[in-house]
């Protein structure tokens, strides 16, 4: 799995107030969540009028294309000419991969067991007769 995190750093111009900076910052989260399919979060400036920084995330099975729709998520914020681009930065995290055959030290354990070994085990379980308080021979079912 390979997850990429990028940082944008914006300056809203002519913004006199911190609900007109994150009007601005809204409008570019949203067009950058619908346009790439990307995570996307206000990580800085939150208490500046004109300074935000925000944080971009996605996850792949390659690094190649996440570093790419990354790369065009922070293309695109600038392309909008919402907010000049102070600066960015991306990194890219290649996690390693979770092995696909479970364990060997499961057996004993009723996962553990194969289909036919957990069936024989119920059809077992299931002849058992257990006696009623008053006297009665009850057969328990499972």
């Given at each position: 799995?390979?997850?990429?995190?990028?940082?944008?750093?914006?300056?809203?111009?002519?913004?006199?107030?911190?609900?007109?900076?994150?009007?601005?910052?809204?409008?570019?989260?949203?067009?950058?969540?619908?346009?790439?399919?990307?995570?996307?979060?206000?990580?800085?400036?939150?208490?500046?009028?004109?300074?935000?920084?925000?944080?971009?995330?996605?996850?792949?099975?390659?690094?190649?294309?996440?570093?790419?729709?990354?790369?065009?998520?922070?293309?695109?914020?600038?392309?909008?000419?919402?907010?000049?681009?102070?600066?960015?930065?991306?990194?890219?995290?290649?996690l390693p991969e979770v092995a696909e055959s479970p364990p060997d030290d499961l057996e004993g354990l009723p996962w553990g067991e194969g289909p036919n070994e957990a069936d024989e085990?119920?059809?077992?379980?299931?002849?058992?007769?257990?006696?009623?308080?008053?006297?009665?021979?009850?057969?328990?079912?499972?």
């Amino acid at each position: 799995m390979v997850v990429g995190a990028a940082l944008v750093e914006l300056h809203v111009h002519g913004s006199t107030s911190l609900k007109q900076k994150r009007g601005v910052i809204r409008s570019i989260q949203q067009r950058v969540r619908n346009r790439f399919n990307v995570s996307v979060a206000e990580v800085g400036g939150q208490d500046t009028w004109q300074r935000c920084v925000i944080g971009l995330s996605a996850a792949g099975g390659e690094p190649a294309p996440v570093r790419k729709v990354l790369q065009r998520a922070v293309a695109f914020i600038e392309s909008l000419h919402l907010a000049e681009v102070r600066s960015s930065d991306m990194e890219i995290l290649v996690l390693p991969e979770v092995a696909e055959s479970p364990p060997d030290d499961l057996e004993g354990l009723p996962w553990g067991e194969g289909p036919n070994e957990a069936d024989e085990a119920d059809e077992a379980d299931e002849g058992i007769a257990e006696e009623d308080p008053t006297g009665a021979d009850v057969s328990r079912v499972d």
